[in-house]
């Protein structure tokens, strides 16, 4: 009895030696550089860069682009469709900013520059829980 006792328990060690480093590195999270190597800018189709990527919440999204040239702005469905500029959620402006995903449910971020938005520079993701 305590001999299948303290096999059991030392099984149950090597379980958790074995799988808690999976189980750390899937709290943080994956990283997506959105539009790989092109970045944020204009030539880019942001609906097909989301093609057959998933998105979880405690992701990050990395922007990297000309400060010079664009922003990125979180913004609501609306100003998503309208290209709205007003009443942004968040507004970054380093060119190399990470956006943690926090929450699950759609998430929308526009380029504030000039009339980027209209010509494309937009990005619509679905965040899984
Ligand atoms: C986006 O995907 C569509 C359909 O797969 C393709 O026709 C189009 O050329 C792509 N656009 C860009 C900018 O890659
Ligand atoms: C987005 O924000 C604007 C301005 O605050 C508001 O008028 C609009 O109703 C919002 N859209 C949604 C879908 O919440
Ligand atoms: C972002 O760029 C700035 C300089 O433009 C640099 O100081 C900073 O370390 C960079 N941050 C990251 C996370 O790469
Ligand atoms: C981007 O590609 C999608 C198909 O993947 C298409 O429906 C959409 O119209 C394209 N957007 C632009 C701005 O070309
Ligand atoms: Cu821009």
């Known amino acids: 009895m305590l001999h299948q006792g303290s096999r059991f328990s030392s099984l149950m060690m090597l379980y958790a030696i074995v799988s808690l480093p999976s189980l750390m590195l899937k ?7 959105v539009g790989d190597s092109s970045g944020w800018e204009l030539l880019t189709n942001y609906t097909n860069w989301t093609q057959g990527r998933e998105f979880h919440v405690g992701d990050v999204l990395v922007f990297n682009y000309n400060s010079d040239q664009h922003n990125v702005m979180q913004v609501n ?5 309208d290209c709205g500029r007003d009443n942004y959620i968040s507004l970054f402006t380093k060119g190399n900013d990470s956006v943690i995903i926090s929450e699950a449910g759609e998430h929308w971020f526009i380029c504030g520059v000039d009339d980027h938005c209209e010509n494309g520079q937009k990005l619509s993701i679905n965040v899984a829980p």
């Not at 709290?27 to 550089?33: D, F, R, V």
């Not at 469905?77 to 469709?81: D, L, N, Q, V």
């Open 77 to 81: 469905s609306t100003a998503y469709k």
């Open 27 to 33: 709290s943080e999270g994956l990283e997506h550089i």
